[in-house]
């Protein structure tokens, strides 16, 4: 079993995304070079039916930490919500696996920018706003899947 494949028979979950953020405290230094960030993200998960899971992200300061999944988005409150199909997630997490982070093509900003194949939404516009200004710290998030090891729920080094 190659990492790709177990990283993804874990995404999504709270669980990974807990091992996701897990990873960044043990890295804290990459991320503190990129500057504080300020950004409520929920991610949306839609699976082959049509049916959503959420997932939120909190970027608070030089912080980042995982709310897990959400059972309720409105109480989470995110200033923007990241939206596409599981396997638009899952094939931007091979490619991240794949090359120890996003090419070109896979990143969050390549995926949606143009409204396809990812969507971003926001009550308003600074929340929408807040996920280009900080999408370099977003992106070195997910970049940093590769790390997770084969089981998609430990760091590795």
């Not at 929340?127 to 590769?146: M, N, P, V």
Request: proline share 4%.
């Amino acid at each position: 079993m190659n990492s790709a494949v177990g990283l993804l028979a874990e995404f999504p979950s709270g669980a990974w995304f807990d091992a996701l953020v897990e990873d960044v405290h043990c890295h804290a230094e990459e991320y503190e070079r990129l500057g504080f960030a300020d950004c409520r993200l929920a991610l949306e998960v839609i699976d082959s039916s049509g049916k959503a899971r959420w997932f939120g992200l909190v970027l608070n300061g030089y912080d980042i930490r995982s709310e897990g999944e959400l059972a309720d988005l409105d109480s989470f409150a995110p200033d923007v919500v990241l939206s596409g199909a599981r396997s638009i997630w899952e094939e931007m997490l091979a490619n991240i696996v794949e090359h120890r982070g996003a090419d070109r093509s896979h990143t969050l900003n390549a995926l949606s920018i143009a409204g396809f194949p990812l969507t971003t939404r926001s009550p308003d516009p600074m929340g929408r706003d807040k996920f280009y200004r900080y999408a370099e710290t977003i992106q070195r998030l997910f970049d940093s899947a590769w790390r997770l090891a084969v089981t998609g729920d430990q760091p590795v080094g």
